[in-house]
C-alpha cells in the first residue's frame, strides 16, 4: 500500500486548528483576567482545565513540529552527500520537540 501523504496532510491541518484554537482560548483567559494581578496570574495557570488543555495543545504542537522535521527532512537530506545526515537530522529534531514537550509538560504541572 503506497502512501501518498494525505493522512500527514490532514494532520497538519487539523493540528494547525488546535493550535489556533488554544491560542484563542489564552487570548480569552487573559482578557477575562481584568486587573491581571500575580494572584489572579497565578490562578489562572495553576487551574485543572487550564493545564489539560495547554497540554493537549502542546503535544499536538510538538507532533506537528515532528511531521514538519520529517517532511523537511525526507525533501532535503537526500540531497546532502554526507553518510548519516538524514538519520542525524531526523533524530536532532524528535529529540528536540521530546525535549521541548518534556520541558513544556514539566514547566506545566511542576
Known sequence: MARNGIREWVFQRI???????????????????GDASYSEWVAMHSGAV???VSSIA????MLNS???GWQIGTDYTQKVAVPGFGFIFHAFYIIGSLF???????ILWG
Not at 100 to 106: K, P
Open 58 to 61: 502542546l503535544i499536538v504542537a
Open 66 to 68: 515532528v511531521l514538519a
Open 100 to 106: 521541548f514537550l518534556i520541558f513544556g509538560i514539566t
Open 15 to 33: 493540528s494547525n486548528v488546535v493550535i489556533f484554537a488554544y491560542g484563542i482560548f489564552y487570548i480569552l483567559m487573559v482578557m477575562s483576567l
Open 50 to 52: 487550564f493545564k489539560i
